[in-house]
């Protein structure tokens, strides 16, 4: 149980293009998703957190007229990178969390890469 | 504000040999801690968690971790390494269940035969 998916797996796409990344639970059902970067050989930073039915809150430093997040269900969430340049290459990994339990289950992660 | 300090960005160690992954955090409250572990080009997996309770923790394969609340560490051991732990591990900690999570900067295991 506790599966969390991301499509895709892998994106290439051209500078000024916008991408989309869904981010699914697949066996449960997510009050809270939250989303991740991570810059190669680096740690993950927290980008924001989304609850389904309200706006995402967004980390300090994150633009968020950039990084679009939207948690229409309780079984995903999108997020959205709007003009892509290619400083927005990375590996974005999302998570899904119930409220009032301690664990986060990790999605596999979208690798974006911007000509 | 929380922080996590995972001092080794890399650790090779032999097949066979221990490994210990070294974690401290500074928090103003109590903070659940968790390590996990990313193999190549995939996310990440629960490998262990310490919410309350008896301070060490073991996971289903091989690893253990004890906090030490005085020292605030949670570091990471396992007494003989498989090459298939090959892999990065990240500490993590969390002000309250289901909550955003502040990681480390990890550390790559290197498994060598």
């Known amino acids: 149980g506790a599966v969390v998916s991301q499509h895709p797996s892998r994106v290439i796409c051209k500078s000024g293009t916008s991408v989309k990344i869904e981010c699914r639970s697949l066996d449960f059902q997510a009050t809270t998703m939250f989303w991740y970067r991570q810059f190669p050989k680096q740690s993950l930073m927290l980008m924001a957190t989304?609850?389904?039915?309200?706006?995402?809150?967004?980390e300090q430093g994150v633009e968020k007229d950039k990084f679009l997040i939207n948690h229409a269900s309780l079984t995903l969430s999108t997020l959205t990178v709007t003009s892509a340049h290619p400083e927005d290459s990375s590996f974005y990994i999302c998570?899904?969390?119930?409220?009032?339990?301690?664990?986060?289950?990790f999605g596999p992660g979208t690798r974006l890469t911007v000509l | 504000a929380q922080s996590v300090t995972q001092l080794d960005s890399q650790v090779p160690v032999f097949e066979e040999a221990p490994v210990e992954l070294r974690c401290n955090y500074s928090?103003?409250?109590?903070?659940?801690l968790f390590w996990y572990v990313q193999y190549p080009n995939q996310g990440l997996q629960l490998l262990l968690k310490?919410?309350?309770?008896?301070?060490l923790v073991e996971s289903i394969n091989g690893f253990e971790a004890e906090f030490n609340k005085s020292q605030t560490s949670f570091h990471l051991r396992k007494p003989s390494v498989h090459i298939s732990d090959t892999a990065e591990y990240f500490c993590a900690v969390s002000e309250a269940a289901g909550n955003k999570l502040t990681f480390g900067g990890g550390t790559r295991v290197l498994v060598k035969p």
């Open positions: 998570s899904a969390g119930v409220a009032g339990l301690d664990t986060q289950y």
């Open positions: 310490y919410l309350s309770g008896s301070t």
């Open positions: 989304s609850n389904e039915g309200s706006k995402a809150t967004y």
């Open positions: 928090s103003s409250v109590s903070v659940y």
